[in-house]
């Protein structure tokens, strides 16, 4: 079986050890892995691509979130399918999707564990003019507005020192200024939802074991939308307080549906994260791309 490991050495150096054990494993089952180390962003996207085209029947990504979702958009489409080793801060994917975090049980997953194919969303921004568009496939979330603007502002170099309380602290810094511009969410049949910030979910989990979109599964071929209708930092406040607690569906004004299509715009200057990272700005359209990644997961899953 070829094999190759995609290492993200930002996270490879929190958890040398569980890379390391990874990699005897395979080796003690009769698999040599090619080993590749990321060393800037976008670098794990290329990877995946020349491995496609190399026959490699497993890419292992060995880091988060941000690692996965890069092989991810590198093996969209193919056969080839994807094995995860989650090292990451959060490791949404691997909670999603039930992926052991302990290295023996992650192998034995991408050894003996069930190929399945699983439906992504799917975004694309119009930049500048219009002319170009910039595109992209996500397995967790998209996030618009004060969750777009918190990811943009936050320093790499903190998340890495302090993990999940340097988005929390940066949330804090810039609540006021990403909190007042309107969203007009176009979703199925026309109807039009205004609101100031928004999280569309292809997942159940978000930062963690919280919730943002409860109903989001990565085995149906829709959108959860979770709209926040008022505007303001003590607003957002209480809808962060809400999902700690797992009662902001409650609110009236919190808008949540399941959706195939989704185009968002806005008069101001708003942004965007797509599976914890900085993406881009509105105006953007999503929508879901069915049985479009193979991946490596549980039997019972």
């Known amino acids: 079986m070829k094999i190759t ?34 060393s800037k962003r976008g670098d794990a996207y290329i990877f995946a691509q020349e491995e ?24 969209v489409g193919s056969s080839v399918r994807l094995g995860v080793l989650p090292i990451g801060i959060a490791n949404v994917f691997s909670l999603e999707t039930h992926i052991p975090s302990d290295p023996v049980l992650a192998m034995n997953v991408i050894l003996g564990g069930l190929p399945t194919l699983i439906n992504v969303g799917y975004i694309r921004l119009k930049e500048g003019s ?59 049949q026309g109807k039009i939802v205004k609101g100031y910030s928004a999280i569309i979910g292809k997942a159940h989990y978000y930062g963690g ?3 943002v979109t409860p109903h989001a599964s990565l085995r149906d071929d829709s959108l959860d939308l979770c ?18 607690q797992m009662k902001h569906l409650t609110y009236t004004d ?18 965007i ?13 999503l929508s879901v791309k069915k049985d479009a990644l193979a991946v490596m997961l549980p039997k019972n899953n």
Not at 52 to 75: M, P, Q, R, S
Request: aromatic letters at 10%; charged letters at 25%.
């Open 5 to 38: 490991i995609v290492i993200n050495p930002i996270a490879g150096k929190r958890n040398h050890r569980s890379v390391k054990e990874a990699i005897t494993i395979l080796r003690s089952n009769g698999v040599i892995p090619e080993i590749r180390e990321t």
């Open 52 to 75: 496609i085209k190399k026959g490699t029947e497993i890419v292992i990504a060995a880091g988060g979130d941000g690692t996965i979702n890069e092989i991810a958009n590198g093996l």
């Open 130 to 188: 219009g002319e170009r568009e910039i595109k992209k496939h996500f397995l967790l979330m998209i996030g618009i507005g004060f969750d777009g603007g918190v990811v943009r502002e936050i320093d790499r170099s903190i998340i890495s020192k302090w993990g999940k309380a340097a988005y929390i602290f940066n949330g804090m810094r810039v609540v006021s200024k990403y909190t007042h511009s309107p969203l007009y969410i176009q979703i199925d």
């Open 209 to 211: 074991r919280f919730s």
């Open 227 to 244: 709209v926040f209708q008022s505007k303001g930092p003590w607003n957002m406040l209480k809808y962060v307080l809400g999902i700690l």
């Open 254 to 271: 919190v808008y949540y549906c399941k959706t195939k299509e989704i185009e968002v715009s806005s008069p101001d200057d708003v942004f």
């Open 273 to 285: 994260q797509a599976d914890g990272d900085f993406f881009g700005r509105l105006p953007a359209c």
